[in-house]
């Protein structure tokens, strides 16, 4: 019981690492296209369902809006 406790706060730490991760290049790297944005969140929320298959209603709740409000403001979108 512990160690499946620890086991999924470590994907869940990997899983907030990952999210962190891609917003840093969404809002920093001056290169990238609406497009590439898009394909990152995308790939974010891939990944996500991978680790954590029956959450996605969670990620949508929890990283979706965080993710396109960041490339809204990033590519000045309405």
């Known amino acids: ?3 499946e406790r620890e086991q999924e706060a470590k994907k869940i730490r ?5 999210i962190s991760m891609v917003m840093s290049v969404i809002g920093q790297d001056p290169n990238l296209t609406l497009a590439e944005a898009s394909e990152l969140a995308a790939g974010a929320k891939k990944a996500a369902l991978a680790m954590f298959p029956d959450k996605e209603l969670a990620f949508d709740l929890l990283y979706k809006p ?6 809204r403001e990033r590519f000045r979108l309405q």
């Open 1 to 3: 019981m512990h160690r």
């Open 14 to 18: 990997r899983l907030q690492l990952m």
């Open 66 to 71: 965080r993710l396109q409000r960041l490339i």
